[in-house]
């Protein structure tokens, strides 16, 4: 039986893409989003079969109240929870020394905090059901720092750092987590770069592949994919 997907950030971008690719598969999707705007965009853009599948909560999940929020929306949901993908995030570039004052705690909020604080809301759910899959979307910057990276960087670090001690702690509950460390990804924040898309990952790959993932069998964990574009990073 299908499972309900819930998609952190899932209305743009690799969260987008995640979404509708389970969609596709014949899931109940639900993403949460800041701006409503790119829900209706989004939603406009499907079949009526799969829009009809798909449930939407306004949320800046980078405030704690707000992430939970959409936590116990997934729990009113009247379906069995099976996916979480941790995808929301945010980037500010800065060398450590010279961000302004605030950055790092922006960034942890945004792309580590609010997987923690949703995955604490949902995993005594999954832990009862005896199944589940988490996915944090983390970065190429999780492994390797580069320059003018920051504490975008240190925040992506301490997500892969949650996603390893999430698989430990997981395991023997027979729920699956797995990090997703993407090379640079066509999306909205690339298209004005001048580069052409082709040096860049596509969306629905990194969607293709953690569908795949999800589907290999229960006594199977893929705990990381680390994914470049064909030519090496950007």
């Known amino acids: 039986m299908n499972k309900l997907v819930a998609v ?6 690799i969260g987008k893409a995640i979404a509708i690719r389970f969609l596709k598969a014949g899931h109940r999707v639900i993403v949460c989003s800041r701006d409503e705007k790119n829900f209706k965009s989004m939603r406009s853009e499907l079949e009526n079969d799969l829009s009809d ?31 979480l993908v941790n995808n929301a995030g945010t980037f500010l570039p800065g060398a450590i020394h010279l961000e302004p004052e605030g950055t790092l705690q922006t960034l942890m909020e945004a792309n580590m905090y609010s997987a923690y604080w949703i995955s604490r ?9 005896k199944q589940g899959h988490i996915f944090n979307i983390c970065s190429t910057a999780s ?3 580069y320059e003018n990276g920051g504490a975008y960087c240190i925040s992506k670090f301490a997500l892969l750092g949650f996603s390893k001690l999430l ?42 592949l953690i569908y ?3 589907n290999l069998s229960d006594s199977t964990n893929v705990e990381e994919i680390l994914i470049r574009p064909q030519l090496g990073d950007v």
């Open 121 to 129: 809301k949902l995993i005594p759910s999954m832990i009862e059901k």
């Open 143 to 145: 492994i390797i720092p």
């Open 53 to 83: 599948s798909l449930s939407f909560f306004q949320a800046d999940v980078s405030k704690q109240e707000e992430a939970e929020g959409f936590a116990d929306a997934v729990l009113g949901l009247e379906s069995d929870l099976g996916i």
């Open 167 to 208: 698989r430990m702690e997981l395991m023997e509950k027979r729920i699956k987590v797995t990090a997703v460390l993407p090379g640079a990804t066509w999306t909205d924040s690339w298209s004005s770069s001048g580069m052409e898309e082709e040096r860049f990952i596509p969306v629905n790959d990194i969607a293709d």
């Open 8 to 13: 952190t950030g899932g209305t743009k971008g």
């Open 212 to 214: 795949t993932t999800y």
